[in-house]
Each structure stands twice: as structure tokens, then as C-alpha cells.
């Protein structure tokens, strides 16, 4: 009996066994072994598949004694690679981090693994497994599965990139003025680093996650902070853009004094109020003051603009915040004076010419009193140098051996003027008188009259409105002494001795022009009330 030395196998393995003798026998396989067919009376084979694993040897018989040689191999059946590990967390990629840490596992279970980093040989590793110390730049991991039997399954790789470069620090483009007293902000911001994000912070609160722009509200007075860092795709942070301001007390408009004034502006008021500071602005009902002076914190001085007649709200800006005076201010029409010339030919003349002594105001009302000593002549056309249109008030009037009418213009055209009264034919002693007034554009009512006395005057006539111009004017044979009762004279024409007279009314009522003249002649005298 041969039998070789033992070796253990797995179940289902292939023994194979061989004996070799020195001289020519005859061999047979014993022990369930079965002989391999090509076998020669030198050497031997035999082969088997045991049920079980365990430990086995060769056996042979000998038809004979001999010397012999024997071997036995045990051959593994072969088995499929385990499935491909699975990789269940890995790094972010882009990451700032140099380590990094791998979890894996596989299906089949009792499998070892194999790891690889940067194809630098897979070696014995365990999940999770972690690297540190790595530089910038891209890297790869692989794992594989491997069975008892040492079959090696594919790799599973994956491929990240480590970046710690610093975005650079964003640039503020926007911001609150400073000081304010706005309780919001917003602010603008840019980095010259394409796709990074921003993160923002107030005052002591955390950097949190935000958009250009950024607005914050309900903020409370005193000092602030805003700062902005930029965040790259790896998650390195930028040094943070900073900005600081204040928010101070808003104003507020206690009382203006005085209260009122014209419609023309020009009114010197004086402001109270809290926290006003340098730099503070003042409107009436919308329109800017000016002279505008910050004498103090509670006093402003100022000069109010001109405005429609009512009451309107004064404000005060400071540092982009308002406070506010409803019916701060009241507008009231002012109908005033502004100045008067005059025309006296003593020769019949056709056509006259006076002009104003200074530059008209644009907006103004212009009043002609054309008189004339003659009953024949009439006025062609009232024109002016500025282009302004004329109309007739009221008029002609004739008396005794007198005639007068009354032209205006409304809202004339600023400047130097000439007024050029044409007649018809060369009018006896005419006599134009041109005055400007403000305040007024509006013809509202007319009366006429003529006589021959010492008093010169007009019938009643009813005005519509609370504050009008009375005016009124004559033309006489002999002179005017004086002018109505409540008339300012504004003019007494030499030689001729003719009135221009004016008042103001604030309320509407009845009311007549008239003068007192130096002896007893013919007259003509009109009136025109202008709102």
C-alpha cells in the first residue's frame, strides 16, 4: 500500500494523486480514488472529489514491492468574485478639508477589502477608512471586495478635489448713509471671485447665508455693523468687508412762526422742532425753502417759497428721515403793488409810448388807463415790447368832451417793457397811465360813469370773491384833488391832473371808485376789481 501525505481541502476540491516506481509494476488507486486511464507501468495518477472537507492522502496499491514516489494535490472548486463594494459616504467635492474619511460595504457578507488611494496598490483596509495629511488638488479612492477564497471583486473609485485657496474679500457697493435716521439698511456687494456666495452678518449675529442686496429693518438708534465674507464651492471663507454707521433720532416739527404768509414766497419763518442737524432741508406743501439755517438742534430758519393759497404741511429732512407739520403753514393771496409810469402829450398824438421804470416779474398783472380829451378819437390797439396780449377791462366811457377805458394783461412775461397805445386818429391831451400789480390776474367786476362835479365816481358793483384789487382811474376836464375814501393814489398825472387809485378787500361786498377834484368839471371814472 502507498499513501502519500496528507492535505486538507475544502468540500467539493479535486484530489489528485501520483505515485511514480523504479522498475515496471502494476499500480491500482484504492480508497475510492479512480485511475486515471493514461496511466503507465512507471507512473501512476488518480483522481477523486471528496463530499466533505477534511484532510486526505493519496493511495495506491502495488502488485508487488517496489520503490515509489507519491504526491497528492488538492484543487479548490471555483467560486464567482464577490459583487462591487459600495461607497457610502465619501468627502464633498470641492472641500477645503485635507483628510478624508470612506465608508463602504459589500452584499456578500465574510468579505475583506482592499484600499487604494491615488493608484498607489491596494492593501488591507477597513471601513470607514481615512486618509490625512493630503495636499491641493484632485484624488481618487478605491475599494474591493475580496471572499475567503481570495477572489477579488471589481473597485469601486470615486474622485474628489481638495481647494484651500481664499476667495478674495467681497467689495461693498452700497450702503446707508451715515448718519441716518432711516430704521432700515440695504446694502450692495460684489466679489471678483465668479460663483462663490455670500455670508452675512449684523452687528453680533452669526454669518448666516444671503443675496446682494441685503436689507435689514426695525433697526434701533446708535451705532451698527454690517460685514459680508465670500464662501467658495469648497467652503473657504474670504476676510469679511465691513461697514459702521449710526442711526440717529428722526426730526420733528413742533411749530413754524409765522404761521402764514403770501402766496409769493419770500416769507422769513423760523422752525421748531427736535433733532435737527447739518445738512437738513425744509419744504412747504412739497416745494423747497430757502436760506435754510440749522441755528441749533430744535431752530431752523428758513424762507418759504411760493405756493397756491391754503394750508399746507411743512417738512424738515434730516439725514434721509422726515418729520412733519400738517397745516404747518398757511398761503394767503397777497395783491400788491409794484410800480406805475405815464404818458401825458400835450399835442394831439396818434401814438404813445411809456414804458416801465424797472423789469417786470413774470406772472404779474399789467392795468393801461387810456383817457383822452375828445369824443371822436377811439384806441386802434394796446401792445406791449414783452409780447404780451391786452384786453379790454372796461370801456369806452364818454363824458364832455372825455373819454376813458381800462386794458390788462394776466401773467406777463418777465423783463423790460414798453406799452404803445395806437389811436385811431391823433387823440387830444391823452393821457395813458400803466401800472403792475400782484396777486391778481382775473378781471371779476366793472362800473362806469361820467359827470360834472367835484367828486368823481363810480355806481356799486358786487365782488364775487374774498380778496380782490379795487382799481380805479379818471380822466377830467379840471384835476383831481385827492383819491377815494380807502384808495391808495398811486398816481395824479401832470399836467392833466388824472388818478390811478388802488385798495385791497379780504372780503366780498359792494363797493365804488372814487376822487375828489380841485373844482367842480367834467369827469369820466371807472372802476375794475381784479381776484
Known sequence: MVTSAPVTVPINSLLLGWVKNETSATATAVNGYALDSQSTSFLWAE????????????????????????????????????????????????????????????????VSFLCQLDGNGFSTCSSPATYSGLIQGSHTFSVKAQDTGGNQSGATSVTWTIDTTVPPSPVITSTPANPTAKTSASFSFSDTEAGVNFLCQLDTGAFLACTSPKAYSGLSQGTHAFAVKAQDAAGNQSVAATFGWTIVAAPTVSGVSPNGGSTLGGTAVTIAGANFASGATVSFGG???????????????AVTPNHAAGAVTVSVTVNGATGSLTSGFTYAVTIGFAQVAAATPQTPTQVVNVSYPTAQTAGHLNVVVVGWNDTTSTVQSVTDSAGNTYALAIGPTTGTALRQSIYYASKIVGGNNTITVTFSQAANYPDVRI???????????????????????????TTTTANELIFGADTVATATKSGGSGFTSRIVTSPDGDIAEDRGVTSAGSYSAAATLSSSGPWVMQMVTFK
Not at 95 to 107: C, E, G, R
Not at 288 to 296: G, K, L, Q
Not at 435 to 461: F, H, I, M, Q
Open 47 to 110: 483522481s477523486e472529489t471528496p463530499i466533505s472537507a477534511g484532510s486526505y492522502t493519496g493511495n495506491f496499491q502495488y502488485d508487488s514491492a517496489i520503490g515509489w514516489q507519491t504526491a497528492i494535490v488538492g484543487i479548490k472548486p471555483h467560486t464567482a468574485a464577490p459583487p462591487t463594494p459600495v461607497i457610502t459616504s465619501q468627502p464633498a467635492s470641492p472641500t477645503n478639508q485635507t483628510s478624508a474619511t470612506f465608508s463602504f460595504s459589500d452584499t456578500q457578507t465574510g
Open 287 to 301: 416745494k423747497a425753502a430757502t436760506n435754510v439755517v440749522v441755528v441749533n438742534s430744535t431752530t431752523i430758519t
Open 435 to 461: 401800472l403792475e400789480y400782484l396777486g391778481v390776474n382775473t378781471v371779476d367786476v366793472t362800473a362806469g360813469a361820467s359827470g360834472n362835479s367835484t367828486t368823481a365816481k363810480t355806481a356799486a358793483a
